[in-house]
């Protein structure tokens, strides 16, 4: 069975523990987070990424990465106004972030650009979901009080949905029928929900502890169970790696037109500790481009073989039908015969 790791922040003890999920051993705590509900990602378990609201009447805030391995913060970025629910996609290339002003911000996480900004809600923007592959039209009303947090199965049409609300329950729906499934009643307040990839089990974050997000993840391959956070050199340090650039404040910099220039290699199966694969959209731009320019005289090769292709079946379809008129006279031929006899 894949090692798995349960992360889990509180607005109390201001960190983020790392434990393992079958064991229950700590890997790592990081310390000094005020991460907001629905506020701590991990970026494709390349790196964890949360955002701080320390003061809920600041008009402040910042979005801080830490390594595997390491305690401290390695990257912070301020963007224009504080940040609560954070997301990434399932691959990386982008972090998503909602605004206590209903605005929801994009970003590129090789660069740090901000792709877009556009107003959402009204009010903060509390909660987002990574993807979604397919779109029901349910509406779901059983919660008395409101919703705290929603995960999605990964069984597609077939998944389940769990529902998390400040009327203490639980709700299990299934996504295919859109029907309540099951109703479980906690003690206390749920404030974050996370899904076991199996669909088998879930986990309830409540005001008692408090939690206020929970996620459950495969062991990145760089988190060592063997290295504490007293551990006086970070192998991250020791291998020269290091974090994409902070995330940028505001969409039209100096520099948003100018080109990455830093490539870092694919992704390796191997236990030896490498750096992420980013490729930005400016270097995807410019290799299309290249491929065209270059591509001209083999799209004609291409061209003139699918001609080629395609007479040759005109020609056996010809021949098909000649073989079908021949039998066809024939048989004509020799009915008349026939006939006349």
């Keep these: 069975m894949e090692a798995e790791v349960v992360l889990a922040s509180s607005p109390t003890d201001a960190g983020v523990s790392c434990w393992d999920l079958h064991t229950g051993a700590e890997h790592l705590r990081y310390k000094s987070c005020a991460s907001s509900p629905h506020g701590l990602a991990s970026v494709a378990g390349r790196f964890l990424a949360s955002s701080q609201l320390r003061d809920r009447k600041s008009s402040s805030g910042s979005i801080l990465y830490w390594s595997w391995n390491k305690p401290q913060v390695e990257v912070r970025s301020f963007p224009a106004e504080p940040i609560k629910a954070l997301v990434s996609n399932s691959q990386g290339t982008y972090i998503a972030g909602g605004g206590v002003s209903g605005d929801i911000y994009f970003w590129e996480v090789a660069t740090g650009k901000l792709l877009k900004k556009w ?11 990574e993807e979604a592959r397919h779109l029901f039209e349910y509406s779901f009303h059983e919660h008395s009080l409101r919703v705290t947090d929603v995960k999605t199965g990964y069984g597609g049409s077939n998944a389940i949905i769990v529902s998390a609300s400040e009327d203490r329950t639980c709700k299990v729906w299934s996504l295919s029928r859109g029907k309540l499934l099951r109703n479980i009643v906690f003690p206390s307040i749920v404030d974050a929900i996370s899904l076991d990839p199996g669909e088998h089990v879930f986990y309830a974050c409540s005001r008692d502890g408090p939690v206020n997000n929970v996620l459950v993840i495969r062991q990145p391959q760089n988190l060592n169970p063997r290295t504490s956070a007293n551990s006086p050199v970070s192998p991250l340090r020791r291998h020269g790696l290091t974090l994409p650039p902070p995330l940028e404040k505001f969409a039209n910099s100096p520099d948003e037109n100018a080109h990455a220039k830093v490539f ?78």
């Design 119 to 129: 107003h959402a809600h009204y009010r903060a923007v509390s909660c987002l979901e």
């Design 264 to 341: 870092i290699g694919p992704q390796t199966t191997s236990n030896h500790l490498l750096d992420s694969s980013y490729i930005s959209v400016q270097t995807m731009e410019a290799q299309i481009k290249e491929l065209q320019q270059q591509g001209s005289s083999a799209a004609a090769e291409v061209d003139i073989e699918r001609l080629k292709s395609e007479q040759l079946r005109s020609v056996q379809m010809i021949q098909q039908w000649k073989k079908m008129y021949e039998n066809l006279h024939q048989f004509c031929v020799t009915e008349l015969l026939d006939g006349t006899h």
